[in-house]
């Protein structure tokens, strides 16, 4: 892949351009995408293209980002295009803080974790339609947060199979709680081929970029090396994604929860859902203590 050309024909040269994502390391798949940054200075909404038969993904990025959330993921980043030099010297600042870049990270996390626990307890007492997704998301914002104190900026593709091979510690052994919370002894080819259909339906629902292509390439390529569990661990997080951008007007939106009861696998035993909430939340707080007290 001549990323240079892609950039030259795209016209995305007047700004640095670099490489994140999967890419970037020796762990991808022939099918994975691209993840490529523009540093404008844009908030447009990422997009998907299809150049030389791979897909593309452009996100758009500032070069004066502070977010520990944003900044982990440029940790690693090819340089594409930078006459300036100003985003190597975004990364070489990332490259020196990046032992606190991920533990903060890791704690916003676990902090999103405990806030979608509380949304999960509180939905079982009035009866809210969305309380099994709270606690969906909450078990993947965990993976996030052990992902992150490894060292390793969450990818839905190869997460699953990364957290298999961390270290055996304290921290990496609440692993355990997110494969026991997130539902993934469900995976059956029967059951991932309706998750699928539902994913892309509320993908494009939400995104509308072209992303749903990208999913469904994931799922064949998932599903044709039997890699099923991974398939629903991916699946899973590409929903947690897409909810919780809209997690402030969810509760507006009934109606979506006959896509998401498909597309979250979710659980209707209200005692099996709290049991799974606190669960998660003393995971969360095992690993808060460990991190300060380290």
């Known amino acids: 892949m001549d990323l240079k050309k892609l950039v030259e024909e795209q016209s995305l040269t007047n700004f640095p351009v670099g490489l994140g994502g999967c890419r970037t390391t020796d762990s991808f798949f022939d ?95 009035t009866s809210n339609t969305f309380s099994s997704c709270w606690q969906i998301c909450a078990s993947y914002f965990l993976a996030d947060a ?40 469900r995976a059956t080819q029967s059951l991932l081929e309706r998750k699928l259909k539902s994913t892309i339906g509320f993908s494009d629902l939400i995104e509308n970029n072209n992303h749903s292509k990208i999913i469904q390439q994931k799922y064949d390529l998932f599903v044709k090396n039997s890699m099923l569990s991974d398939c629903y661990f991916y699946l899973g997080y590409i929903n947690k994604e897409n909810f919780v951008k809209i997690k402030d007007k969810i509760d507006s939106q009934p109606d979506l929860i006959h896509i998401l009861k498909v597309a979250f696998d979710i659980e209707s035993d209200s005692n099996l859902l709290e049991n799974q909430a606190k669960l998660i939340q003393k995971s969360c707080n095992t690993i808060l203590s460990l991190i300060s007290s380290a």
């Not at 490894?150 to 052994?173: A, S």
């Open 146 to 185: 052990i992902c992150s104190l490894n060292l390793y900026c969450p990818n839905p593709t190869h997460m699953l199979d990364m957290m298999r091979k961390f270290e055996k510690n304290q921290i990496n052994e609440q692993i355990s709680i997110v494969t026991r919370t997130v539902g993934i002894e």
């Open 31 to 125: 099918s994975c995408e691209y993840d490529i940054t523009i540093f404008d200075d844009k908030s447009e909404p990422e997009k998907t293209i299809f150049y030389d038969d791979n897909f593309i993904k452009i996100h758009h990025g500032s070069l004066k980002e502070t977010k520990s959330d944003v900044l982990v993921k440029y940790d690693g980043m090819q340089i594409i295009h930078d006459e300036s030099w100003e985003l190597r010297m975004l990364l070489s600042k990332i490259k020196e803080k990046r032992l606190t870049l991920y533990k903060d990270h890791a704690k916003n996390c676990l902090f999103d974790s405990l806030f979608c626990c509380e949304k999960t307890k509180e939905g079982i007492k």
